[in-house]
Structures are given as structure tokens and as C-alpha cells.
């Protein structure tokens, strides 16, 4: 299977800064979209920003302007640049990725894949 594995979270006061990464390894693959969803303490997951492998971008209103979207296809990881925090940034962010699975040349399939999600804790 396709595994992605978040890292950069952390604590931060608000108004600061953090980088998190996402990195896809596995068999065989191509990845087509990818992007960054949150999950804040007592509320539903929503997705905070979303990329095509073109470099097409898309945010959620409450972070657009403050968070950047990127990504490294040669080493299949993406990242969130997120600049003047907000306590209610605060959430879990986990990193979504839809593509193919290659690893059977004459059957490939489509998959989608989730992190185990990183902490972000932005304190007033």
C-alpha cells in the first residue's frame, strides 16, 4: 500500500510560524492530487488545502492568504507553509493522496490514502 507520514507539527505561539511535510512512499505508484485536511478539537475533518500534480492550487477561506501549498513530485512528499497562526488553527493535520497503484503493470488501480495525522497547538 501507499503510506504517507506527516512531520513538522508542533507548538507554536500565535502569529508564528510552523512547516509541515508529508512524504508518500511504497510500491509502484503515481500520485495525481494531494492535499492537507485538519480535524479541530470537538469538530468535524475539513480540508485546509488541496494541489494537483499541475501545481493547480485550492483554500479553504479561513486559512487563504496565511497557508501556502506545495509539492516535490520527484520525492512524492508535499507541504504546508502555514504563516500567522491562530489558536483556532489548532488541530490534528493529516495529508490525503489520490492517485494510481502500479506495482501489477497489466491491472492498475486507483487508491487513496491518509496519514496518521500530526499536532499543530497554536496558544494565545
Known amino acids: 500500500q501507499v503510506r504517507l507520514v506527516e512531520s513538522g507539527g508542533g507548538l507554536v505561539r500565535a502569529g508564528g510560524s510552523l512547516r509541515l511535510s508529508c512524504a508518500a512512499s511504497?510500491?509502484?505508484?503515481?500520485?495525481?492530487?494531494m492535499g492537507w485536511y485538519r480535524q479541530p478539537p470537538g469538530k468535524q475533518r475539513e480540508l485546509v488545502a488541496g494541489?494537483?500534480?499541475?501545481?493547480?492550487?485550492n483554500y479553504a477561506h479561513s486559512v487563504k492568504g496565511r497557508f501556502t501549498i506545495s509539492r516535490d513530485n520527484g520525492k512524492n512528499t508535499v507541504f504546508l507553509q502555514m504563516e500567522s497562526l491562530k489558536p483556532e488553527d489548532t488541530a490534528v493535520y493529516y495529508c490525503?493522496?489520490?492517485?494510481?497503484?502500479?506495482?501489477?503493470?497489466?491491472?492498475?488501480?486507483?487508491?487513496?490514502?491518509w496519514g496518521q495525522g500530526t499536532q499543530v497547538t497554536v496558544s494565545s
Open positions: 490525503n493522496a489520490e492517485g494510481v497503484d502500479l506495482m501489477r503493470w497489466d491491472q492498475p488501480s486507483p487508491f487513496e490514502s
Open positions: 494541489i494537483t500534480s499541475g501545481g493547480t492550487t
Open positions: 511504497g510500491s509502484r505508484f503515481r500520485i495525481n492530487d
